[in-house]
Structures are given as C-alpha cells and as structure tokens.
C-alpha cells in the first residue's frame, strides 16, 4: 500500500489533545476496525480544531513537520490495512 500523501491521525490512546504537525490531515478517529468515516480536516488559518465524529481536539504544531504527538496518533500504512 502506498503512503498516505495526506496524514492520517487518530485518538486510539484517548488522549485529551492530540498535537499535529499538519493543518490538512484526516481524522480516522480509532485504528480499524473501530476506525469512523474518515474525514478531511483543514484548520485553515486557526490553530486548533475538533474532529466532529469522535470530538478530538487536534492542535497544531509546526515543529512536529506533519508527525503527531504522541506519536502513537499517528497512522502508519500497515495500520491502515489492519
């Protein structure tokens, strides 16, 4: 499978705010199978936005260069196909 060109994050920890190197990303909400429709988020000019399926708050983060903190939020490929 081919790596997402978009970040995909999620909120498997259940973490309060899930911190985001991106501004436009997906929020996948759990890992599959668990997952909720996957939903295209772009914060635009704020800094922060709350996913409107599962209520994470995402915050922006530039030094995280499109990673996510935890780390553990962050899709990985073999992931996706779980």
Not at 15 to 32: D, Q
Not at 37 to 50: K, N, T, Y
């Amino acid at each position: 499978m081919a790596e997402h060109s978009t970040p995909h994050f999620h909120n498997q920890p259940g973490v309060p705010v899930v911190r985001v190197g991106a501004k436009e990303f997906m929020c996948i909400g759990a890992l599959p199978p668990f997952d909720h429709p996957h939903i295209f988020i772009d914060m635009g000019a704020d800094s922060e936005a709350v996913c409107p399926y599962c209520s994470t708050l995402y915050k922006f983060d530039a030094a995280l260069h499109g990673h996510a903190d935890p780390a553990a939020c962050e899709l990985k490929p073999d992931q996706a196909a779980a």
